[in-house]
């Protein structure tokens, strides 16, 4: 199977006009938007000529402003995680609706493992489970919350791979299965007070560091494996792969649970960070994760896409976040703007496709 | 009057063991954390009440849907509803759905409180307290910390569509416009949709602009909590700024103890939650009761936070 019939719907492949990557364009966005918000910055009167990247206030050591450098990537980390899977999904032509629940229901089955006994000197008000429970080493919630994922991610792939409901469906279906086990799970009551060893996983960088950890990990699985190879394979035309050989439904049962893998794992991250587990976590955390992978120029009709460009599509997210906070702009504008650089970015690539072609 | 109380008392008594009450209850989302301590402090009171069938819904937040759910409970012939309302505004609506059947509005006021037909009632507590007595003692606090000259901070709101969350910012607002407070200046306010790790992600935001601050206002603990977990781990001294919150949960209580949170404000869960349950069986044994029952919000702070710890 050749990489070249990518999403161009078997149009031979021309080098030529690849000379001009996607991700590029990303980046070209990603820069226009900092200038922007630099523009303002200094523009606003009320802004006081406060610099957005650069350390305007003779802070730090280096000329950046770090302390935004840093938040612009962390906020975006955790959604980040559940983009990488969710990015893999969509190049098979499919979608996952359910990481948003997943990430809450996970969050309160690792928490209950991760829990510590004490609460200085108090005992644990929030205690799930019994004393058996408590002070565990912390590879027992991240492995029960993997576990977890990796169960619902084999039930959305077998059931869209062997009884072909359609992704949307099978998925909006786990969406709703996963908000009631984490609504179930301990009443609606939030989990609290885990180990220190626990919230060491999600504590300082270390969402940032998962993130683009599992982001080089997965760029050369997708880019150079054969896993790779027959994910955009099945995407860019699923009857072909069949015929080629490939294991088209038990290879869909993988990709999905690789999905929801990371989605449970964003999860617990997202737990460690916050250190306490919320039936209501991770609300439209699956639509920012297919939003950013749409931003980092991914193909809703699968066989095209990279990791590349969805953690592309992840920092357009956080700079955006972090620029209307700095420029004093509230959610509402937010939404409007995220929601307008979506569109544009869909407008764009197609009409850049459609040259292409 | 403690007679005829205990007279009625004792008609309830009688009645509900005499014949098989049953409560249908809607609330406006089963994930939020105090509502989850109002529900099941419901359900385990419902529980003492011999004869006493009581169910409950989640209305997620759709208003809408809480009123097929009204609608639903009439045509299911229970004897009483009780609404958690998701949208004070909307009122009217729910109690027309409820039609002659008793009903009873559990710690949202709604809008209508003031024309509620003689089988309705409203118990919860006054939302502007809770603002109030938060921004208030935090407005005390700085001027004992000698900063009486000039203060600033960040307000953090709850869910922008949210009225609880609207009228506890109003009340910070109204605050700061008092003369005693009026040295407090709010350098920025933003919304964390009420959660701790959205509260985490907008203080490190703003901290990363370098303003100095000294105060933090947020309309719940959650984000409270949130905004101190990021504070501390930008290295900060949270002796420094004032921290203030409302709800008084176990995991605001416990940073409170090791000093890091400063003022919070107590909504009692068990009072909404049983006074809600009497009135609905006074209502249904046809009694006439008091349409308007205030439960007070009480001010937590380190020095009487001892008599919450186990409460909500």
Not at chain 1, 178 to 185: K, N, P, S, T, V
Not at chain 1, 320 to 341: E, P
Request: aromatic share 8%; net charge negative; hydrophobic share 50%.
């Amino acid at each position: 199977m050749e990489e070249t019939s990518h999403g161009t719907g078997g149009l031979t492949f021309d080098k030529s006009k690849r000379s001009w990557p996607n991700e590029m364009n990303i980046l070209l966005a990603l820069i226009i938007i900092i200038v922007i918000f630099e523009i303002l910055g200094q523009a606003l009167p009320y802004m006081k000529d406060q610099s957005f990247l650069f350390d305007s206030r003779d802070r730090f050591d280096s000329i950046f402003n770090e302390a935004r450098l840093k938040i612009i990537i962390l906020q975006v980390a955790i959604i980040g995680i559940i983009a990488l899977g969710v990015t893999q999904v969509i190049i098979t032509a499919g979608i996952d609706l359910s990481s948003g629940p997943l990430v809450a229901a996970t969050a309160m089955i690792a928490m209950s493992l991760a829990q510590t006994e004490l609460v200085n000197g108090y005992p644990n008000p929030k205690a799930v489970f019994g004393v058996w429970a408590m002070d565990l080493p912390v590879i027992i919630p991240v492995v029960a919350g993997l576990i977890f994922g990796a169960m619902i991610g084999a039930i959305n792939g077998t059931f869209i791979a062997y009884f072909r409901i359609p992704p949307f469906i099978a998925t909006l279906g786990m969406f709703m299965i996963c908000r009631g086990i984490a609504l179930w799970w301990s009443g609606g009551n939030p989990v609290s007070f885990p180990t220190e060893s626990f919230k060491s996983i999600g504590a300082g960088m270390m969402p940032v560091f998962w993130f683009l950890s599992l982001a080089v990990i997965f760029h050369f699985i997708l880019k150079y494996t054969v896993y790779g190879k027959h994910t955009y394979a099945i995407g860019s035309n699923e009857e072909a792969a069949r015929m080629s050989g490939i294991n088209v439904k038990r290879h869909k049962v993988l990709v999905y649970m690789i999905a929801s893998m990371l989605a449970a794992f964003a999860g617990v991250i997202l737990s460690a960070k916050a250190s306490t587990a919320q039936a209501g976590m991770g609300e439209f955390y699956e639509l920012f994760a297919i939003a950013m992978a749409v931003i980092g120029g991914i193909s809703l009709t699968g066989g095209r896409g990279s990791i590349i460009g969805t953690v592309l599509g992840a920092m357009v997210f956080g700079v955006i976040r972090s620029g209307f906070t700095f420029v004093k702009l509230d959610g509402s504008y937010q939404l409007m703007a995220m929601g307008g650089i979506i569109i544009a970015a869909v407008v764009l690539d197609q009409y850049r496709q459609r040259n292409k072609a | 009057m403690k007679k005829t109380l205990l007279a009625t008392s004792l008609v309830v008594l009688t009645g509900t063991t005499a014949f098989s009450e049953t409560i249908g209850a809607t609330f406006s989302r089963f994930d939020d954390n105090w509502l989850t301590v109002l529900r099941n402090g419901m359900v385990e009171y419902a529980g003492t009440i011999d004869g006493l069938s009581y169910q409950q819904e989640d209305a997620t937040d759709d208003l809408a849907k809480q009123i097929d759910q009204v609608k639903n409970f009439v045509a299911s012939g229970v004897d009483a509803i009780i609404v958690n309302i998701v949208d004070t505004s909307a009122g009217a609506a729910v109690s027309a759905a409820a039609g002659d059947t008793p009903l009873v509005y559990v710690n949202r006021e709604p809008d209508n409180v003031n024309e509620l037909p003689a089988t309705q009632a409203f118990v919860a507590s006054n939302e502007i307290e809770s603002g109030t007595l938060s921004a208030f003692e935090i407005c005390k606090n700085l001027r004992a910390d000698g900063k009486a000259g000039g203060a600033t901070g960040y307000l953090m709101n709850g869910q922008l569509s949210n009225q609880a969350a609207v009228q506890r910012s109003k009340d910070v607002h109204d605050v700061i416009g008092m003369d005693m407070c009026n040295f407090m200046t709010i350098i920025d306010e933003q919304t964390a949709n009420w959660s701790r790790d959205e509260a985490q992600d907008l203080m490190t935001n703003w901290m990363s602009s370098g303003e100095p601050f000294d105060f933090v206002l947020a309309n719940n603990d959650e984000m409270a909590i949130g905004a101190i977990q990021a504070m501390k781990a930008a290295g900060m001294d949270m002796a420094d700024v004032q921290v203030g919150g409302v709800d008084a949960s176990q995991d605001a209580l416990l940073a409170m103890a090791v000093g890091d949170y400063d003022v919070t404000v107590f909504q009692d869960s068990v009072g909404q939650g049983t006074g809600s349950i009497d009135t609905a069986l006074r209502l249904i044994a046809g009694e006439k009761v008091d349409k308007k029952v205030y439960i007070p919000f009480v001010l937590v702070t380190p020095a009487n936070m001892g008599d919450f710890m186990d409460k909500n």
